[in-house]
């Protein structure tokens, strides 16, 4: 472990991806304090301060609405993360189920969960993510009034993202599972009776651990992309709660006008989403045990 | 050969007759419905003129009832009439496949062309400073929001500097081949910048392997140059994963520009998927979305193919299908 994060340190590209993602979900986390700070409201519409360039009041002056630039890209930042860490996280757990149970039952069950894995691969995955981010909830039964709440949109978008993004962490953990299940400990553990979900979560999981870690880590960014596509098409979070990709869907019209407006956003989302890669390269680089160094 | 062939065709049918049931039970929980639909055109119509019609085309009629009606309609070529185009859906997405055919037929001729040569060259020195900054090149156009790319080279080309159209196709007879090039260039050049990186990084990765094996040793101790090494003994065995990971993408790009060809108002298969949906017009939805899964399932077919063909270890008997 010790050598990993030697690995890691000596990566220049890693440490500065690792500060820019600390970075933001600092200032993320201090979004509260920033507005009591600057003392501005980040829903509030001022229809006399349309498109302000920046002041002391506004540091990076205010969008087609009047609303506080700034405080708004804070604030989607923190919606950003959220999902992104949260969706990755819930894709980790079904992948992580599915490549256990098929790399150490196998059988028909492997045979079975694999290719429903291939079939979840075989979607064409973004027409599919825009058909269930449009759904109407309440036509599944849910309450309009819930259905309808930011909770929802942001739960939503959780949900979707991880029921398509689970399948690259299963691929790899059946197939380290598979190798590992082979093991004279593993052998040993079921010798002397040890229960097979005993086996799969204490002997072989912490053994399959890096490429879920690796796995991860490159799918929190693509996770920020795919949100702020979502979001940018008008089905992902919903105004006006911000998030990086809602703040760029009128961007397109104000590119004559404002165009600072377009470049934050997605400067942010580009900027987080490089730093997760580089990361998770740097991370599958340090824990390969054939690498030198 | 044909029988592994068979069962894998029979197997991505399966799929697509699953997947066809999938898409058929969420459109139906889009919101709004054909009847609600004209409803909002019709103030005169009341609830009961509404049941009426809804039992009329089978709206009120279980899921699975309504899905084996379409699926019977599907297979004689029948895919309903599209609201949006006003035409039969099968023709309208005709003319949006060929549109999409050019753009990204053109976008990944120029994205291999691009990336290949240079994953090669760059493999020579892994590590190396060329390498590094390859590297974060590639990475950049992974991470970047493609509607962030396609507003940046807008604001870019055609507003600051107006030397390309912002997006469309050139309308009437008198446009020529040149204006249409004009056209193109601003989504091909955001295809090329958001795939070419991936595939260098591919190519990168499978040269590099390439290069460690004994075979390679073995040219170079026998005296052959450097480039002869390169092309004849590496590259045709890197060859193998590049040509099976792009065969599994090329399926995929047909619905995977669909933020380019919305964002160039491109009328495509992506735009097209993307209108329909959000246009509430079902019939052509599910026939784009179906015909996307369709083409994504095809690639991966053509992957296995190419792999097997390609790899002279692997024998189709031992495949399982």
């Not at chain 1, 299963?170 to 299940?181: M, P, Q």
């Not at chain 2, 604001?155 to 500097?161: E, I, M, P, R, S």
């Amino acid at each position: 472990m010790r050598r990993v994060w030697q690995r890691l340190a000596r990566d220049r590209l890693a440490a500065a991806s690792a500060l820019v993602l600390a970075a933001v979900a600092a200032v993320a986390l201090l979004a509260p304090a920033l507005a009591a700070f600057l003392g501005v409201d980040p829903n509030a519409v001022d229809l006399l301060e349309r498109l302000a360039p920046p002041s002391g009041r506004h540091w990076l002056g205010t969008d087609e609405i009047g609303r506080d630039v700034l405080l708004r890209l804070v604030l989607g930042g923190q919606v950003s993360l959220f999902v992104g860490l949260a969706a990755a996280l819930a894709a980790a757990v079904i992948g992580t189920a599915v490549g256990l149970l098929a790399g150490y039952r196998g059988g028909r069950l492997d045979d079975l969960l694999m290719r429903l894995t291939d079939g979840v691969i075989a979607l064409p995955l973004l027409p599919l993510l825009i058909v269930m981010a449009a759904l109407d909830l309440s036509k599944l039964g849910l309450p309009p009034e819930t259905a309808g709440s930011p909770a929802a949109s942001l739960w939503r978008i959780v949900a979707i993202i991880a029921l398509v993004g689970w399948t690259t962490v299963a691929r790899l953990v059946r197939g380290a599972t598979l190798s590992v299940r082979t093991q004279d400990f593993v052998a040993a553990a079921v010798g002397q009776g040890t229960p097979p979900w005993r086996v799969m979560l204490v002997h072989i999981l912490p053994n399959v651990a890096s490429p879920i870690v690796v796995a991860t880590t490159l799918s929190v960014g693509n996770v920020i992309l795919l949100e702020s596509v979502l979001s940018f098409l008008g089905l992902g979070i919903q105004p006006p709660v911000p998030s990086w990709g809602n703040m760029l869907t009128n961007a397109q019209e104000l590119v004559t006008t404002a165009p600072l407006l377009a470049v934050w956003p997605g400067l942010l989302i580009f900027a987080t989403v490089i730093a997760c890669n580089l990361l998770g390269d740097a991370l599958q680089d340090a824990l390969d045990p054939t690498a030198k160094g | 050969m044909i029988r592994f062939l068979a069962a894998r065709a029979g197997q991505s049918l399966a799929v697509l007759l699953v997947m066809s049931f999938a898409i058929y039970g969420l459109i139906g929980l889009m919101p709004g419905d054909p009847v609600d639909l004209m409803i909002s055109a019709d103030p005169r119509m009341t609830p009961a003129d509404a049941a009426r019609l809804k039992a009329l085309y089978g709206l009120d009629r279980p899921l699975a009832a309504r899905y084996w009606a379409w699926l019977q309609a599907a297979l004689k070529g029948e895919f309903g009439y599209s609201r949006l185009f006003a035409k039969p859906a099968l023709a309208a997405l005709g003319p949006a496949i060929v549109s999409t055919a050019v753009l990204v037929g053109t976008s990944f001729a120029l994205a291999l062309a691009v990336a290949l040569p240079a994953g090669v060259w760059i493999a020579r020195r892994p590590g190396g400073r060329a390498d590094r900054a390859v590297n974060l090149l590639c990475f950049a156009g992974i991470s970047v929001p493609p509607f962030w790319l396609a507003i940046l080279l807008i604001l870019l080309f055609a507003v600051t500097w107006g030397v390309l159209p912002a997006g469309g196709v050139p309308a009437g007879p008198g446009a020529g081949i040149a204006d249409y090039a004009r056209h193109m260039a601003l989504p091909v050049l955001t295809l090329v910048l958001l795939q070419a990186g991936g595939y260098l990084r591919f190519m990168r990765a499978a040269m590099i392997e390439a290069l460690r094996q004994d075979y390679v040793r073995t040219a170079e101790a026998k005296g052959l140059g450097p480039g002869r090494v390169l092309l004849r003994h590496a590259l045709p065995n890197a060859l193998i994963p590049v040509v099976t990971v792009v065969a599994l993408g090329f399926g995929g790009l047909f619905s995977g520009a669909l933020i380019t060809e919305t964002m160039f108002a491109w009328p495509g298969m992506g735009k097209l998927i993307f209108d329909s949906i959000m246009g509430n017009d079902f019939n052509l939805a599910l026939a784009a979305l179906l015909f996307a899964t369709l083409l994504t399932l095809l690639g991966n077919l053509l992957a296995d193919l190419a792999y097997a063909w390609l790899d002279p270890r692997i024998v189709f008997r031992e495949l399982r299908p």
